[in-house]
C-alpha cells in the first residue's frame, strides 16, 4: 500500500479513498454519501480502517488496489490512513486509535491520552477549528507551516510514537491542553453546567466566565470548548450561553459528531428554526445584534450575531431562550443537509 494527497491528476487512477471522499474510488469513510461496504461500516473512518485490514476478505475489499488517497487533513484522516498503510499491526493499537480518532473528529474525552495525541496531530480538539494553524507536529518536523500534502509525509511515520508516547510531545499539546482541562474542571465542580431537557432533546449548557480567561477560550473569538461539553451533555440540540459583561453570548450548536454517517451514535436531524429565531428576535431588546443562521463551522446551527459580525451580547435569559427553542421538538426536525 503506498499513500499520495487527493490531486487531480488522480480522478480516473483506481484508488482507496479513505476519510475524505472522492470520485472513482472504493470508500473506507464515514463522510455523507460515502459508498463503504456495509459490513465495514462504523462511527470513524479509523474503525472502518481497523475493521477493514481485520476482514479475512480485505483482498476482496480492496479489489487489489495498492493506493490509498485522503482529500484533507485531520486526526481521523491522519489514523484512518496509517492503519490502512499499516495493516494488521495496526490492530495492537486499536483502543488507542479509536480514542485518539474521536477526540479529533468528535472532541470526545476518552482519556487525556487520546485528546493529547489528537492535538499534537491536527492543533485542537476540533477539526475543523475556527482559529488559523496546522499540525503542531507538520509544523515543529517541517520548521515551518506546511501544506496538508507535506503534513502527511511528515505525520504518518510518527503515529505509533504519538500515540504510544505523547507525553514526549508536550511542548506541542501543553497550552491547548490546558484550555479543555480548565474546561473540563469547571464542569467538575459546577461552574458550568448542563440541564437536559429531555422532551425537546435540549441540552442548556451554561459556561463558567473562568473559562474564558486570557489564556483561555474566547466566546466571541474562539469555538466552544466542545471536548467538555462533549462530555457532560446529552442532548441532540445544545443551547451553549455564556455570562459576558452586561449580558449573554449565545450560539446554537449540534453535537459535534452530528455532522458525520454514525451507527452506534444517534442520528442527529437538522431542526427547521426559523420560528425560533423570529419569537427570540421579537423578544430581544438589544437591538445591536440579532439571533440568525449560522453554518460557519461544522456544527453550528444559530447565533446571537452582533453589529460587527461577532458573536454579540443578548439581554435575554438563558432559561428564556431555552423555553423558546424547545418549542421545535424532534418532530419538527428537517432533513440532515450533506457535509
Given at each position: 500500500?503506498?499513500?499520495?494527497?487527493?490531486?487531480?491528476?488522480?480522478e480516473?487512477?483506481?484508488?482507496?479513498?479513505?476519510?475524505?471522499?472522492?470520485?472513482?474510488?472504493?470508500?473506507?469513510?464515514?463522510?455523507?454519501?460515502?459508498?463503504?461496504?456495509?459490513?465495514?461500516?462504523?462511527?470513524?473512518?479509523?474503525?472502518?480502517?481497523?475493521?477493514?485490514?481485520?476482514?479475512?476478505?480485505?483482498?476482496?475489499?480492496t479489489?487489489?488496489?495498492?493506493?490509498?488517497?485522503?482529500?484533507?487533513?485531520d486526526?481521523?484522516?491522519?489514523?484512518?490512513?496509517?492503519?490502512?498503510?499499516?495493516?494488521?499491526k495496526?490492530?495492537?493499537?486499536?483502543?488507542?486509535?479509536?480514542?485518539?480518532?474521536?477526540?479529533?473528529?468528535?472532541?470526545?474525552?476518552?482519556?487525556?491520552?487520546?485528546?493529547?495525541?489528537?492535538?499534537?496531530?491536527?492543533?485542537?480538539?476540533?477539526?475543523?477549528p475556527n482559529e488559523?494553524?496546522?499540525?503542531?507536529?507538520?509544523?515543529?518536523l517541517?520548521?515551518?507551516?506546511?501544506?496538508?500534502?507535506?503534513?502527511?509525509?511528515?505525520?504518518?511515520?510518527?503515529?505509533?510514537?504519538?500515540l504510544?508516547?505523547v507525553?514526549?510531545?508536550?511542548?506541542?499539546?501543553?497550552?491547548?491542553?490546558?484550555?479543555?482541562?480548565?474546561?473540563?474542571e469547571?464542569?467538575?465542580?459546577?461552574?458550568?453546567?448542563?440541564?437536559?431537557?429531555?422532551?425537546?432533546?435540549?441540552?442548556?449548557?451554561?459556561?463558567?466566565?473562568?473559562?474564558?480567561?486570557?489564556?483561555?477560550?474566547?466566546?466571541?473569538?474562539?469555538?466552544?470548548?466542545?471536548?467538555?461539553?462533549?462530555?457532560?451533555?446529552?442532548?441532540?440540540?445544545?443551547l451553549?450561553?455564556?455570562?459576558?459583561?452586561?449580558?449573554?453570548?449565545?450560539?446554537?450548536?449540534?453535537?459535534?459528531?452530528?455532522?458525520?454517517?454514525?451507527?452506534?451514535r444517534?442520528?442527529?436531524?437538522?431542526?427547521d428554526?426559523?420560528?425560533?429565531l423570529?419569537?427570540?428576535?421579537?423578544?430581544?431588546?438589544?437591538?445591536?445584534?440579532?439571533?440568525?443562521?449560522?453554518?460557519?463551522?461544522?456544527?453550528?446551527?444559530?447565533?446571537?450575531?452582533?453589529?460587527?459580525?461577532?458573536l454579540?451580547?443578548?439581554?435575554l435569559?438563558?432559561?428564556?431562550v431555552?423555553?423558546?427553542?424547545?418549542?421545535?421538538?424532534?418532530?419538527?426536525?428537517a432533513?440532515?443537509?450533506g457535509?
Amino acid at each position: 500500500m503506498r499513500f499520495e494527497f487527493y490531486h487531480a491528476g488522480l480522478e480516473n487512477v483506481p484508488k482507496l479513498s479513505v476519510d475524505g471522499t472522492v470520485d472513482n474510488a472504493l470508500h473506507f469513510s464515514h463522510w455523507v454519501g460515502n459508498e463503504t461496504p456495509a459490513e465495514l461500516k462504523a462511527d470513524t473512518s479509523t474503525e472502518i480502517a481497523l475493521n477493514l485490514v481485520a476482514a479475512p476478505h480485505r483482498k476482496r475489499l480492496t479489489q487489489g488496489i495498492e493506493l490509498v488517497t485522503n482529500n484533507h487533513f485531520d486526526t481521523d484522516g491522519v489514523l484512518s490512513v496509517w492503519t490502512v498503510l499499516t495493516g494488521e499491526k495496526a490492530l495492537d493499537l486499536n483502543d488507542q486509535l479509536v480514542a485518539a480518532a474521536e477526540a479529533g473528529d468528535f472532541s470526545e474525552f476518552t482519556n487525556e491520552s487520546a485528546v493529547r495525541a489528537s492535538i499534537v496531530i491536527q492543533g485542537s480538539d476540533q477539526a475543523a477549528p475556527n482559529e488559523a494553524g496546522g499540525s503542531p507536529l507538520a509544523i515543529k518536523l517541517a520548521g515551518a507551516q506546511v501544506d496538508d500534502a507535506r503534513a502527511y509525509d511528515l505525520v504518518l511515520p510518527e503515529v505509533e510514537r504519538v500515540l504510544t508516547h505523547v507525553d514526549e510531545f508536550e511542548p506541542l499539546w501543553r497550552d491547548a491542553w490546558q484550555k479543555i482541562a480548565t474546561a473540563l474542571e469547571s464542569f467538575e465542580r459546577g461552574a458550568s453546567t448542563v440541564t437536559e431537557m429531555a422532551a425537546a432533546k435540549l441540552s442548556l449548557i451554561t459556561l463558567a466566565p473562568e473559562i474564558f480567561s486570557p489564556s483561555g477560550f474566547n466566546p466571541t473569538r474562539h469555538a466552544a470548548p466542545y471536548t467538555a461539553i462533549s462530555k457532560y451533555a446529552r442532548g441532540h440540540i445544545f443551547l451553549i450561553a455564556t455570562p459576558v459583561e452586561h449580558g449573554w453570548s449565545y450560539r446554537i450548536d449540534y453535537p459535534y459528531y452530528s455532522w458525520a454517517e454514525t451507527l452506534v451514535r444517534p442520528r442527529i436531524k437538522r431542526r427547521d428554526l426559523s420560528s425560533v429565531l423570529s419569537q427570540l428576535n421579537e423578544v430581544e431588546d438589544n437591538r445591536d445584534g440579532k439571533w440568525q443562521f449560522d453554518s460557519s463551522e461544522m456544527t453550528s446551527a444559530a447565533k446571537f450575531i452582533g453589529v460587527d459580525g461577532a458573536l454579540g451580547l443578548s439581554h435575554l435569559a438563558p432559561a428564556k431562550v431555552a423555553d423558546i427553542l424547545s418549542t421545535v421538538s424532534s418532530g419538527g426536525e428537517a432533513a440532515v443537509a450533506g457535509t
